[in-house]
């Protein structure tokens, strides 16, 4: 089994930078592409951001391309999504995914196996 921790969220003014971390556990060797997904009350969950098992491939929706840089050390089991000039919209429960099938994996919630218990990133203006 996999284990997904994500640690900090946290509190920050519009404009403001917030760097998020996902510690991997149990059978990392398991483990191919990774990505965040945010998710506000009512609303399904969106992905922010992918990469591949390599960390040499990323892929990012317009709502966040240019803000957001997302980061694997797979010697560490770790990845970081690094979010610059936040908005209020970015306000979101941020939540870490692994897959155990796509090395690069799409925006779709289905292809990953695994998943952090989320991690509350709030915008304020």
């Known amino acids: 089994q996999v284990e997904l921790v994500e640690t900090g969220g946290g509190q920050v003014e519009t404009g403001g930078s917030l760097r998020l971390s996902c510690a991997a556990s149990?059978?990392?060797?398991?483990?191919?592409?990774m990505a965040w997904f945010r998710q506000t009350p009512g609303n399904e969950r969106e992905c922010v951001g992918v990469?591949?098992?390599?960390?040499?491939?990323?892929w990012y929706p317009d709502t966040v391309k240019g803000r957001f840089t997302i980061s694997r050390d797979n010697a560490q089991n770790t990845m970081s999504l690094q979010m610059n000039s936040l908005k209020p919209e970015d306000t979101a429960v941020y939540y870490c995914?692994?897959?155990?099938?796509?090395?690069?994996?799409?925006?779709?919630?289905?292809?990953?196996?695994?998943w952090g218990q989320g991690t509350q990133v709030t915008v304020s203006s």
């Open positions: 149990g059978r990392t060797d398991k483990i191919f592409g």
């Open positions: 995914a692994a897959s155990n099938r796509w090395h690069l994996p799409g925006p779709a919630s289905n292809l990953y196996d695994y």
């Open positions: 990469i591949d098992r390599s960390g040499g491939s990323t």
